[in-house]
């Protein structure tokens, strides 16, 4: 705790170099597509982007009587996310060529009524792959939350959280992830293209079962016209064991 980010390299015994903040560091991302550059959240609410090279901050933003929790670049790099100890997302654009964080919005992560209304600390934010402008994000109410542009699109609740910090996961490709050192272990974002759409080929098939196999297919179709489509399924398990499978449902595109 001694208030800096350190830059190491796998083949380097030593520290490379040091970004010092004047209080405890609680985030830090690189930038996604310029290894020159990272995101870092303080203490002290205040959100900087560094030069690695120079080692000065390129650009800044404040956030008055509030801490910053959590940061996460977009996937191009030209807008950053930070969460913040009460509960809160705010946006900002990268702009002036990287050199300037401008404030664009902000996102209350909370609870609309209950012991959490207040908001509680944002402790991780991930952007969802293929999906631009949504975010995984999770909170210290035991909640995961799917927020698209500026709003909360859904919400998960997950295990009963009292003390400790929770963390979500999303592999490329949104498949399977798993963050064996956080007290939820896991997150489970899978489109539902994902496990195929049980086309197959008909060439091996006599003509009966050629018509019986359309004809299985039709009565599937008009089946699937009233079924809601499964966007995502969002999982997680707790260190004693339990597994929660939440389902994210769409209407289906006929």
């Known amino acids: 705790m001694d208030c800096t980010v350190r830059l190491w390299h796998l083949t380097q015994p030593d520290c490379l170099k040091s970004f010092r903040h004047s209080d405890f560091v609680t985030c830090v991302q690189a930038h996604p597509t310029d290894a020159h550059r990272f995101v870092s959240g303080s203490i002290d609410g205040k959100l900087r982007v560094w030069d690695v090279l120079e080692g000065s901050v390129l650009a800044s933003g404040q956030l008055h009587q509030d801490m910053v929790t959590a940061v996460s670049f977009s996937p191009g790099g030209s807008r950053v996310v930070a969460g913040t100890m009460r509960g ?5 654009e990268l702009g002036q060529g990287g050199r300037k964080l401008e404030y664009a919005a902000q996102v209350d992560v909370r609870n609309a009524r209950g012991h959490h209304a207040g908001g509680r600390k944002v ?5 969802v792959p293929d999906e631009p402008g949504s975010w995984l994000v999770t909170s210290n109410d035991s909640r995961l939350r799917l927020v698209q542009g500026y709003g909360v699109a859904v919400k998960f609740k997950g295990h009963r959280n009292a003390a400790t910090q929770l963390r979500g996961a999303l592999a490329p490709g949104c498949s399977v992830a798993h963050d064996a050192n956080a007290p939820v272990t896991g997150v489970v974002f899978l489109p539902a293209s994902a496990a195929g759409d049980g086309a197959g080929t ?13 004809q299985q297919q039709q009565q ?16 997680s398990c707790s260190f004693s064991g339990q597994l929660r499978v939440h ?5 289906r595109a006929l």
């Open 88 to 92: 809160k997302l705010r946006y900002y």
């Open 220 to 235: 599937q179709q008009q089946e699937e016209q009233e079924i809601r489509e499964v966007r995502h399924v969002v999982a």
């Open 123 to 127: 402790t991780s934010i991930l952007a």
């Open 247 to 251: 389902v994210l449902f769409g209407r």
């Open 202 to 214: 008909l060439d091996a098939l006599s003509l009966a079962e050629q018509q019986q196999h359309q």
